[in-house]
């Protein structure tokens, strides 16, 4: 663990509200209770919130609902973002891409102040602390293809923003896999592509999810694969979709405790990361939602090393991969790639 932790750590699944600590949540629930008073949907919704337990993947989501309602204005915004950037610092992480949804709460926030809130806590956070950090909005699939268009047109507003330029480097598609249908979004992602965002997707997540995954890999639109828990199954597309992958060196983002604290791995040791890195396929290990799921990316690495016997050599390798998966250009990467090669080579 202590190795894990030295390691200069790169984060390329991280979504803002699944992260928060329970300090920054107690936080949280104080203001509220100062806003609201002490009322009995409080006391209950701690108890909806409690964190680290198993529970399956729809139970999940309705914490992230619960979550959301505590994070409904700038402020609230600035400080999640805030305390969210410094844990994964203090966790050694040197390069982060968040992702976030930009909610649209009538009376409370818009969008565009949502993102704005974001983007000013990352430059800010980015001049104390030993950290660089990187936006991806989030499309969510259960809210619709209409808020999908909104976010895309929104995001396209900072493409060339006098202040936030080069700061929003993708989008992620994410949200209850239960809902909704990929193939739908597919038009915004062509046009998200076209205006030169690259896509992270959630792909494969659930059993029932073979056409859109087909689709999606079809039209060639996806530049990392969230969890792709399903890719691998015996549903006589496996072999199909590994070899697309494989073709197009397509990384995938791997969130191991998520995974298995949502039931949709049995085990560590049967996690996909096994047949993928066997195959030296490029991965990024991640921690999805390190406030929800207990968990930090030292962890996460401390878990892949146990479960698959890994040397410090492999280690660095992982470490290596993220870098390349990063959504950077290449002159930035080319600098963060030479920073984690110094920092590693001083742990041999
Ligand atoms: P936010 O976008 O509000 O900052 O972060 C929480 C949101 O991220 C959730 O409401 C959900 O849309 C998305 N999310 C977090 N974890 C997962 C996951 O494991 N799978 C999927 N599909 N979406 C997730």
Request: net charge neutral; charged share 25%.
């Amino acid at each position: 663990l202590t190795y894990c932790k030295k390691l200069p750590k790169v984060e390329l699944h991280a979504h803002l509200n699944g992260s928060l600590s329970d300090g920054t949540v107690l936080q949280l629930l104080e203001a509220k209770e100062k806003e609201l008073g002490s009322t009995d949907s409080l006391s209950s919704f701690k108890m909806t919130i409690s964190k680290g337990p198993e529970r399956c993947l729809r139970e999940c989501f309705r914490v992230f609902e619960a979550l959301h309602s505590l994070t409904d204005s700038q402020e609230a915004i600035r400080k999640i973002t805030k305390n969210v950037i410094q844990e994964f610092a203090e966790d050694g992480v040197r390069y982060l891409e968040l992702r976030t949804t930009p909610k649209n709460i009538p009376g409370k926030i818009t969008k565009k102040e949502y993102v704005d809130a974001v983007l000013e806590t990352m430059i800010n956070e980015m001049k104390t602390c030993r950290i660089m950090v990187r936006l991806l909005v989030s499309v969510d699939r259960g809210r619709g293809v209409g808020d999908a268009w909104s976010t895309l047109s929104l995001a396209k507003q900072y493409l060339d923003h006098d202040v936030f330029k080069g700061l929003l480097v993708g989008i992620d598609v994410s949200g209850n896999p239960n809902k909704g249908n990929l193939i739908d979004y597919i038009p915004i992602l062509k046009e998200a592509k076209k205006c030169g965002f690259k896509l992270a997707v959630h792909l494969a997540e659930v059993k029932s999810c073979v056409e859109e995954t087909d689709a999606v890999l079809e039209n060639g639109l996806v530049d990392r694969i969230g969890h792709g828990t399903y890719l691998l199954k015996n549903n006589g597309y496996g072999i199909k979709y590994q070899k697309k992958i494989l073709k197009n060196f397509i990384p995938i983002e791997i969130c191991m405790s998520s995974n298995l604290k949502t039931q949709s791995v049995r085990s560590f040791e049967k996690h996909h990361f096994g047949v993928w890195s066997g195959l030296k396929h490029p991965l990024a290990i991640c921690t999805d939602d390190k406030g929800v799921y207990c968990t930090t990316l030292t962890n996460e690495y401390y878990i892949c090393a146990k479960n698959f016997n890994l040397s410090e050599q492999d280690l660095h390798e992982l470490c290596l991969y993220a870098v390349e998966a990063a959504f950077l250009p290449s002159s930035e990467k080319d600098i963060l790639r030479q920073m984690v090669k110094e920092e590693l080579s001083k742990l041999m």
